[in-house]
């Protein structure tokens, strides 16, 4: 055998080979010959670590026709096969991805119905499924990012190691980031441009900012992903003014008005304006709740601007539809969440809606791709954005999975008609509103840590994160 050849074996199942570790990519060079060879192989083991591989196998043009030919014999082993010309040098590049008998399921982004198929992933694993999860290491929270960023809780009160959640659940963890994918030939590239094949893909990548219709600097701070709040904290703290800063809020919906009143309390804050296009600031609030948080916003001096359909945020003054300009020394903006629309569009699976699923939580014209949380555009009906939906569609997932491999019918999402909601108003108090019904004070604020504890206790090892010096406690902290 030529030194630098390698020889390798396809047999109707699975393919036999002395090469490659499990999970690795090997490249396998065949120069001189175009047959696939039937006896050297047999000197390998088959093993199904060896069926994930993906062989990418150089040879001639010439021998083309013979390599399409050999694989013809071998039905059923490849779950893909494609060429490609190496320009210049008359070579052909063969990617062939054999089929393997264990399906493999993607998970993309560890939002909060991943996490909980992350934390089952045992089950997956006893009925079939060979389970990955691309996802960056950390997971952040977000039902206390408000009192993150008002510097009320740790930095990390909220944050989830989920590298450390995979290595206890034996899912194979890929940190980091989907940037695009082949939905035909079932190839995720993640940002280190490595590929993932899946039999089975599942979407949760959350929501973003991403106001539409208004020119935004750069500079400027969002409330989705996280990281911009985490952003507001550390850039009023470093900041190497003298006096304290004016931040402006643009977007008075729930999330805006629970950020403005946290920082409304902060002492480096001087001031805080609230910016609404429409007339009323918490519009889908009860009118009893409105009128109350209303009082509050005043009480700690915020600055509510309603009626100003803001045209452009700069990095230290937004400007109104009416030409009015409004300075700041940092500005945040929480417009409403959308699905991440360039990637989501690029990736092929929707829009700034989100990708596009029936009941079963499949997309719509994939069954092999499901999409759950704030990314998802639940089709048999709006969803708002709010964690809940993505936390109650995770055991639906999860059942959706097993029933698929053993044939069964697969189960749909109902959501629930009204979900209770808890802002966290900052300086101990909280808003619990379901429906029409709302509760003040600082019993929905101890309720909230409750049902913000519990949750995040199931998904962190090692209990409780550690504190910076002059913040509260998050474990069995005490509204004042
Ligand atoms: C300030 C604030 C407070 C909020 N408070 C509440 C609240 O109290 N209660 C409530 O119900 N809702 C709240 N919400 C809404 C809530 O944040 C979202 O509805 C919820 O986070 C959506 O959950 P998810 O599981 O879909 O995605 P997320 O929780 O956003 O998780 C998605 C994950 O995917 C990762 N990801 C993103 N892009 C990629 C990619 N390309 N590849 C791989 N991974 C990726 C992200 O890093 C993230 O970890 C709040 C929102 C904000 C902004």
């Known amino acids: 055998m030529e030194p630098g050849v390698v020889w390798h074996t396809f047999h109707a199942g699975p393919i036999l080979s002395t090469t490659g570790q499990p999970g690795s990519r090997a490249d396998l060079w065949c120069r001189s010959t175009s047959t696939i060879d039937n006896e050297v192989g047999t000197a390998g083991t088959v093993s199904p670590v060896y069926l994930s591989l993906r062989w990418n196998v150089m040879t001639p043009a010439r021998d083309l026709a013979n390599w399409s030919a050999e694989l013809a014999r071998f039905p059923g082993t490849l779950k893909r096969a494609s060429r490609r010309p190496v320009p210049g040098c008359g070579i052909h590049v063969l990617d062939l991805v054999p089929r393997s008998p264990v399906p493999d399921l993607l998970l993309v982004g560890a939002g909060h ?6 934390k089952r992933a045992g089950e997956l694993a006893a009925a079939g499924y060979r389970v990955q999860l691309l996802a960056p290491r950390y997971f952040d929270y977000s039902g206390v990012a408000s009192a993150t960023a008002a510097g009320v809780l740790d930095s990390d009160a909220g944050r989830i190691d989920v590298r450390a959640l995979v290595g206890v659940s034996g899912v194979e963890f890929h940190e980091g980031t989907l940037e695009s994918l082949d939905p035909e030939a079932r190839i995720a590239i993640t940002s280190d441009r490595a590929q993932l094949s899946y039999d089975v893909l599942s979407v949760s990548i959350g929501s973003v900012v991403e106001p539409a219709s208004m020119h935004v600097h750069p500079t400027v701070l969002r409330v989705k992903p996280l990281s911009g709040l985490a952003d507001l904290d550390v850039r009023l703290r470093n900041s190497t003014r003298t006096s304290a800063a004016t931040v402006t809020v643009v977007g008075g919906g729930a999330t805006g008005l629970e950020v403005a009143a946290h920082l409304a309390v902060r002492r480096d804050v001087a001031l805080v304006r609230l910016v609404e296009c429409g007339p009323v600031v918490g519009a889908d609030l009860p009118a009893g709740a409105r009128r109350r948080t209303g009082r509050l916003l005043a009480a700690r001096g ?26 700041h020394d940092v500005a945040l903006l929480a417009t409403g969440l959308s699905a991440p629309p360039p990637l989501l569009a690029e990736l092929g699976l929707g829009d700034e809606n989100g990708v596009p699923v029936r009941a079963t939580l499949q997309h719509v014209d994939r069954d092999e791709v499901y999409a759950v949380g704030d990314c998802a555009r639940f089709l048999p009906g709006p969803l708002p954005r709010i964690g809940v939906h993505g936390v109650r569609q995770g055991p639906v997932l999860q059942r959706s999975l097993l029933a698929r491999l053993r044939g069964e019918c697969l189960p749909v999402y109902q959501p629930q008609r009204r979900a209770l909601s808890i802002l966290d108003l900052g300086d101990g108090v909280g808003l619990a509103v379901r429906g029409r019904w709302w509760w003040y004070g600082a019993g929905p604020l101890r309720l909230k840590r409750f049902i913000d504890r519990r949750w995040l206790r199931r998904y962190r090892e090692g209990g409780t994160p550690s504190r910076r010096a002059g913040t509260r406690p998050w474990f069995g902290d005490k509204p004042r």
């Open 113 to 118: 119905a991943h996490l909980y198929v992350v």
């Open 302 to 327: 915020v600055d509510v601007r309603t009626g100003c359909v803001v045209r452009g945020v700069g990095e230290r003054q937004l400007v109104c539809d009416d030409g009015s300009e409004i300075s």
